[in-house]
């Protein structure tokens, strides 16, 4: 049982479809903490996001088993990672959280390294993917996405990041955030705590089939871009001024041309290629809008970020 002065370290796990890995997740978590940072109390928050197979099973097995140690927050649908992850810590209680996948892909053992740079004074300690063993496809996303991302947040690693640890501040301040569509990652550097970097190899995929489909890549990298930078609206803007002043250039050349007497074009075939490139441009720009506003819509409308159906903890557990 927990005692009043003794500090706490949460751990909190997103688990989506992870029957297969989640007990020895939290296998390796336990061995970890019992031989690195015995000192503090643990507590590990396992938060099911809807999963479709056995999962919420197995974790309310692991309960049965550590249930001064384990919290199980079931959620009523699947939400995404990062509302899973609000919904753990809005549950977790320690005075440092850090959160990891249950995919086995994380390494575990890096935790002992991250609670030493939070004793030594660290708001947020970022295990970042220097390097993951992923298919050719997953590799060119990320390093992608977080290209564009690094241009917003020069601080963002190159291979993007899930596994970290806050401290309670840096978690207090994220649980003020509003908005449905957000980038996390972006959110957690902007606050600008002192900040420390670990690098590691991210392993490939052992048991079942990532539920990061190809859909919630492409929102993903869609929030990455909307919410992280102003790119969108001055590449916009950009065109239009690009697009007036080619105009201009051409309406000159037209009326020289009419001036001395020459058509330079024949047909109506230029025409339509103006025609259907403007066209084309007015009605991406307007698609960049209507993200824009569905995004605010969506926030007014405050609805809850997730519904929490079912909480099981031990209720004696201070």
Same mark, same amino acid.
């Given at each position: ?177 509003? &908005? ?9 550097? $902007? /606050?600008?705590? +002192? %900040?420390? =970097? ?48 080619? &105009? ?9 041309? $009419? /001036?001395?007497? +020459? %058509?330079? =074009? ?53």
């Amino acid at each position: 049982m927990t005692t009043y002065l003794q500090k706490i370290v949460s751990v909190v796990v997103p688990v989506f479809c992870n029957q297969e890995t989640i007990e020895e997740t939290c296998l390796q978590i336990f061995d970890i903490h019992q031989k690195n940072f015995l000192q503090y109390s643990l507590e590990i928050v396992l938060v099911d996001d809807g999963s479709s197979d056995d999962s919420y099973k197995r974790l309310l097995s692991i309960y049965d088993r550590f249930s001064e140690r384990v919290v199980v927050v079931k959620l009523s649908r699947n939400f995404g990672q990062l509302f899973a992850i609000l919904a753990g810590y809005g549950v977790a209680k320690g005075d440092a959280i850090i959160t990891i996948s249950a995919d086995l892909q994380d390494p575990v053992y890096l935790m002992a390294d991250m609670v030493a740079y939070w004793e030594q004074g660290n708001e947020i300690v970022v295990a970042y993917r220097q390097g993951r063993e992923d298919d050719i496809a997953a590799r060119l996303f990320s390093r992608v996405a977080y290209s564009i991302a690094k241009k917003a947040n020069p601080n963002m690693p190159i291979g993007g990041f899930d596994y970290l640890l806050l401290s309670r501040k840096a978690v207090n301040l994220l649980k003020v955030f509003h &908005g449905r569509h957000r980038f996390f990652q972006g959110d957690v550097l $902007w /606050l600008g705590l +002192k %900040t420390v =970097f670990v690098p590691y190899l991210r392993k490939k995929r052992g048991f079942g089939k990532s539920g990061w489909s190809f859909s919630k890549k492409l929102k993903y990298f869609i929030d990455l871009i909307l919410d992280s930078s102003y790119l969108p609206i001055r590449m916009m803007s950009a065109i239009g001024v690009i697009t007036a002043l080619t &105009g201009c250039i051409y309406a000159i050349a037209i009326i020289y041309s $009419w /001036l001395v007497n +020459k %058509t330079p =074009f024949q047909g109506w075939a230029p025409l339509m290629i103006i025609v259907l490139l403007i066209g084309g441009m007015i009605m991406t720009m307007l698609g960049v809008i209507g993200e824009y506003l569905w995004r605010i819509y969506d926030d007014v409308r405050e609805r809850p970020m997730y519904i929490t159906e079912k909480i099981t903890c031990d209720e004696n557990v201070e």
